[in-house]
Nanobody
Framework: QVQLVESGGGLVQAGGSLRLSCAAA????????MGWYRQAPGKQRELVAT???????NYADSVKGRFTISRDNAKNTVYLQINSLKPEDTAVYYC?????????????????WGQGTQVTVSS
């Protein structure tokens, strides 16, 4: 089955930068839209950024000008470059993707989530 694996999180001081990666693996036919979400303790999960298969992007207002989403279709990977980090950016960041995949001779389309990577920003 399809798996999404995030990496690149860590502990950073305010004003610092990180680059998160999410790699998809499995019997993949194609990946359609991809996105990043985040969830802080006691808070609901929120959308951070999305990117289409053609490279069109959208961002939450809180991260515009600081975060950049990109993808490498050949590697089935999506990235999130995060600059000028603030303490309120502290959260678990999750990757999401709509994937067309195959099992036996049949193809399916489904929505998949990664396990998350922790980003902690100190003052």
């Amino acid at each position: 089955q399809v798996q999404l694996v995030e990496s690149g999180g860590g502990l950073v001081q305010a004003g610092g930068s990180l680059r998160l990666s999410c790699a998809a693996a499995g019997s993949i036919g194609s990946i359609n839209g991809m996105g990043w979400y985040r969830q802080a303790p006691g808070k609901q999960r929120e959308l951070v950024a999305t990117i289409t298969s053609a490279g069109s992007t959208n961002y939450a207002d809180s991260v515009k000008g600081r975060f950049t989403i990109s993808r490498d279709n050949a590697k089935n990977t999506v990235y999130l470059q995060i600059n000028s980090l603030k303490p309120e950016d502290t959260a678990v960041y999750y990757c999401n993707a709509e994937v067309t995949y195959y099992r036996s001779i049949l193809f399916y389309t489904g929505d998949f989530w990664g396990q998350g990577t922790q980003v902690t920003v100190s003052s």
